[in-house]
């Protein structure tokens, strides 16, 4: 043995998005590799980021710009980050109270399942209460470096809201999402499985849009290591790595969704029920009190069939992102920095089938410019609200 | 310097709030209420922030600092890395500590310190507390299956404990898993 190690600690937050790697542990994939993975459940992001760049955790699912932002010491210290796996794209939804639904319905022109028309009518809301002197709405996100905060202000702002300014965007923890909807904290939020079914559930929300209507391929989780780690373990991070594919693969079957969706329910995973749980795997989820399905193949997707391949288009993406909303001034080497952070290379090199070139996905928004990772100052350019390089 | 303790648990809070105090940090603040955590920082305006690790509401926070005009932006004491040691022995503890900007080194260091000798006097406390429960609840156990086997098989007291010392000692188990066991066969046998 040569300084590889076989024990590891890896933290997760209970999500449904969690679910490979919590199946390449329980299920025995990442045994079957060699390796003895404690899988630690925690509360918050914040501890998430910090236990994995201080190394209590030597892995943790995480969210893709909170990896980015660590990589390029956004808000806090700077840990370069790898990621040589991608654990979900997709799978969040934007749900909104029932009385502002309500409010929704009736200043809109056009389809509210339709998010041109749905950010539109929002606005509306949003000029009418600033004319009466109401307090601004409010939505709930995950975190400030989170594809729901980027999902949320780009649909916000394709309506013209500057959400910057015209609403506020506060950060709650998933768990409290629902009892802030339903007391009035929040007008709605964007949050992933199975926080939106379970708001729906209890009657208090109604799905307004799923992610997917905003972005058809959008970033979302990341399997995240410290880069130091990778490089002084080259083993064991394509041990892990290798559990994780065979893992998504299993996932990826619907046939295995019950039993993946058993495997999360336990309380000291994601500790919902079940039936919920299988839902947001097939991709079928109530959007109403009333019984309004809605089915999307693409609600969700868990690195089956080769997406498991982090795509760098994905972190010059987010980069993007967090330069449109001021999180990060342009500067030099820090593009390359985020891009580091997406590592094919360790995917392909645990693989061990050559490498596997993929075709990137656009990442395809419903409204605005369409994405050039060659160009990024066009591309932010060309909204009128947001920051420009 | 004012100090605010973000807790959930008003008795660790206390403990902690009254190390502050003896080591003469006099205004200290407990939060256990999440609702209007801003409004309230706001008002108090604190220099360092505490917040236990297993608070659900530090990512909310974490993002007011980031975007709020209205309070001095605190930040994470992992913005500067000097002390890994200290900062590691921290989040083992459960603890962590927002800053504001422009504190003198040594006295966040004297303040991480004595959180973390708290916490963990917390967690003592607690396992000790866990412990005794057991204990206790272990004794009853005893106490009934001794009960159990005087009755069914006409021992007396120290007869039954013997026995059931012995058969812990064969199985190499602990003599409270022999009494559930006997309470359980009773039951199943009744």
Redesign the interface.
Known sequence: MTGARNKLRIGFIPLVDAATLVVAVDKGFARAEGLDVELVRE?????VR??L????FDAAHLLAPVAIASSLGL???KVPIVAPFNLAMNGNAITVSLPLYAQLRDVADGDLADPSSSAQALAEIVRLRGKSGAEPLTFGM???FSTHNYQLRYWMAAGGIDPDEDVRL????P??MMQSLSNG?VDGFCVGAPWNSLAVNASVGRILHFGVDIFAHAPEKLLALRESFAESDPSTVAALTRAHIKAANFVGQAANHEEVAAILARSDRVGVDAKVIQNTLDGRLRVALDGALREDPNYLLLGQSGAGRPDQLHAVWLYAQMLRWGQVRCAAGLEEAAKRTYRADLYDAAHGDGEHVRVSEPISAFAGPSFDDRDLARYLEAFSIGRKI | MKIVIVDESPIRAAILEEGLRDAGFMTVERLSDMNNLLMRIQAIDPDVILIDLENPSRDTLEQMFQVSRAVRRPVAMFVDQSDAASIRASIDAGVSAYIVDGLKKERVKSILDLCVSRFNAFSRLQNELERAKTDLEDRKTLDRAKGVLMKSKGLTEDEAYRLMRGAAMRENKKIADIAHAILTAAELLK
């Open positions: 509360v918050s992001w914040s501890n910090d236990k760049n201080i190394g209590v808000g806090h210290i995950t975190f400030p506060v950060v709650l923890p768990p409290y904290q």
